[in-house]
């Protein structure tokens, strides 16, 4: 069918925009040899997994052991759990999990050390098991350094677990508008990973992989000698937060397109100046900001409510009619995919493909 008949609010993927994105990202860290682990809790899909595999990623990382069993059964063989999981039941799943594929996943205390070996044991298996380090977050994580290389050491001497090397993902960074206040900040993770990489080496304990970056700092993490592998994961949608960010000389990053939509319909023009959009918060993730309406630029998104979005009309634009279709770039792109069973494939203004967002609900 033609994009404009697909019913709405339905979640879209320009496909030449996506497509584009994951060629990209594959041309940008070809040269440097560093490893994409891609972030699956952007998009929630083993389909899309599948595809950035195809364009040179490894595998994926998850945030909960349900998205890790969603991309398991999605044919995803390779998963980092880039989070603390705790309780006895989530980590016996995960350690079945870990017979029929590899499953890595992080620590930052010695008690989770302790459960992950018995969870283990148990099923039967190892583990691989990696130390998150506070990278700068003030997030999760240990101090960087000998505490890190000491819970590194209790890992390492568990006949149940494998230590698998340093998470040290710095998320507040990704949004952090100017380059120069970025590369400040991916400085200083750096150097937090270097010193738990000379504490490791003390007690030598080899470290194979060091993993984090995100979409707003990937390119710092992959030039920066330490990290092995990079977890950007909005790259492939982008949002309209990303889009706030600023590159060299102040202009706005353009490394991606905006591939990931709310198509919504003018379900109101009762009020002069303003219409009303059938999408409204349980449509669109609002934590980052109002939508914008694409390609629209006298048309700004300025209110929700449950299902209702509200338009402002510049005096000088053409109003939209009652029933019309208009793309929404989310502010946040995540929490936005959550919101939708289906995604709805798109190209040039025909539906190609409908993907299930599969990990949808997948919190525990």
């Not at 994951?22 to 998009?43: C, D, N």
């Not at 990489?197 to 995100?214: E, M, N, Q």
């Not at 109003?319 to 208009?326: F, V």
């Amino acid at each position: 069918m033609r994009e404009e008949e697909v019913e709405t609010p339905a979640l879209l993927i320009d496909l030449d925009a996506f497509e584009h994105n994951l060629a990209r990202m594959q041309r940008l860290l070809e040269p440097s040899g560093i490893r994409l682990r891609p972030h699956a809790k952007t998009h929630k899909s083993p389909v899309i997994a599948r595809l950035q595999q195809r364009h040179g990623a490894i595998g994926v990382c998850v945030q909960k052991v349900s998205e890790a069993e969603a991309m398991v059964w999605g044919g995803i063989d390779d998963i980092l759990v880039s989070n603390e999981i705790v309780g006895n039941r989530k980590l016996a799943r995960l350690a079945a999990l870990s017979r029929i594929a590899t499953i890595s996943v992080c620590v930052d205390d010695p008690s989770q050390v302790a459960a992950l070996e018995y969870a283990a044991e148990a099923a039967g298996t190892r583990l691989r098991v990696l130390v998150e380090i506070d990278a700068g977050s003030a997030r999760c994580g240990v101090a960087p350094g000998e505490e890190g290389a000491t819970l590194a050491a209790q890992i390492a001497a568990s006949p149940g677990l494998i230590f698998g090397g340093l998470q040290a993902y710095h998320g507040s960074a990704q949004h952090l508008r100017t380059l120069q206040e970025r590369e400040t900040q991916i400085d200083g993770a750096v150097m937090a990973v270097t010193k738990t990489l000379d504490a490791l080496s003390r007690r030598k304990l080899a470290c194979p992989v060091v993993t984090g970056g995100g979409t707003g700092t990937f390119e710092l993490e992959a030039a920066s000698g330490v990290y092995t592998e990079v977890q950007a994961g909005s790259y492939v949608f982008m949002d309209e937060d990303y889009g706030r960010n600023l590159g060299k000389e102040g202009a706005p990053v353009s490394t991606f397109c905006n591939a990931l939509f709310v198509l919504s319909t003018v379900m109101s023009r009762a009020r002069p100046g303003m219409a009303v959009l059938d999408a409204g918060i349980k449509a669109l993730a609002m934590d980052s900001g109002m939508p914008r309406v694409w390609k629209q630029p006298g048309l700004r998104y300025v209110r929700a409510s449950d299902e209702h979005g509200e338009m402002e009309i510049a005096p000088e634009s053409q109003s939209p009619l009652l029933g019309q279709k208009l793309r929404l770039v989310p502010g946040h792109c995540d929490p936005t995919v959550a919101n939708f069973d289906w995604y709805v494939g798109v190209r040039r203004g025909r539906v190609e493909c409908l993907w299930p967002v599969a990990g949808r609900g997948a919190l525990y």
